[in-house]
């Protein structure tokens, strides 16, 4: 069930979903050991792996239409659509380390780079550095609260899941907002 959920999730969020494997990772730091981890880890990263070649390969054989079709999923809207193609264009994908950080949905960076015939392999090398580092960077955040809540937190086991969902509402209210007035 873990890889399935891992897979489908990574695959899902990289295609058309709009949560991003983080939320799920870092619920599995929160309940299992480290192996389980690092096999969601690694499934997260294989289906966006799978996820960002197929929009790839799609874009690259229609690449009028693929892009303008993503201002229908939350958080995306037609200035940043527009914005993705430009920094694609300008800076490569190296723009796609800079979106990152900025909450530019990965799927975005994958339709343009086809949309723009760029190399596939250099797509997908660094899709594993770019998405890689950050569920990374999620899971050692997500652990090393593990680690303080079990040690200072009374009754952590009742808290995890309240400081959890508590973290991906709150992150996601100030994304949508801040998505949604600054296009």
Same mark, same amino acid.
């Given at each position: 069930m873990l890889r399935a959920v891992a897979f489908l999730w990574g695959f899902l969020e990289a295609t058309v979903f709009? #949560?991003?494997?983080?939320?799920? #990772?870092?619920?599995?730091? %929160?309940? @299992?050991? /480290?192996r389980k981890i690092l096999v969601a880890f *690694?499934? !997260?990263? !294989?289906g966006a792996l799978l996820g960002g070649a197929i929009l790839y390969a799609f874009a690259? /054989?229609?690449? #009028?239409?693929? %892009?303008?079709?993503?201002?229908?999923i939350p958080g995306i809207s037609t200035k940043l659509i527009q914005n993705v193609r430009v920094n694609i264009s300008a800076e490569g994908l190296t723009s796609m380390f800079k979106?990152?950080?900025?909450?530019?949905?990965?799927?975005?960076?994958a339709a343009a780079w086809g949309e723009k015939g760029g190399n596939l392999s250099l797509f997908i090398f660094l899709? =594993?550095? @770019?998405?890689? /580092?950050?569920? =990374?960077? /999620?899971? %050692?955040? @997500?652990? *090393?609260?593990?680690? #303080?809540?079990?040690?200072?937190?009374?009754?952590?086991n009742t808290w995890?899941? =309240?400081?959890? !969902?508590?973290?991906? !509402? =709150?992150?996601y209210t100030v994304y949508f907002y801040y998505m949604y007035n600054k296009s």
């Open positions: 709009f #949560l991003v494997p983080d939320v799920y #990772l870092t619920g599995v730091v %929160l309940k @299992a050991d /480290s *690694f499934y !997260s990263l !294989s690259f /054989s229609h690449p #009028l239409n693929t %892009l303008d079709w993503f201002d229908h979106g990152m950080f900025q909450g530019v949905p990965y799927k975005l960076f899709t =594993i550095v @770019a998405r890689g /580092s950050r569920f =990374i960077f /999620s899971i %050692l955040v @997500a652990a *090393f609260l593990k680690i #303080l809540g079990t040690r200072f937190v009374k009754n952590w995890r899941w =309240i400081a959890y !969902s508590m973290f991906w !509402s =709150i992150f």
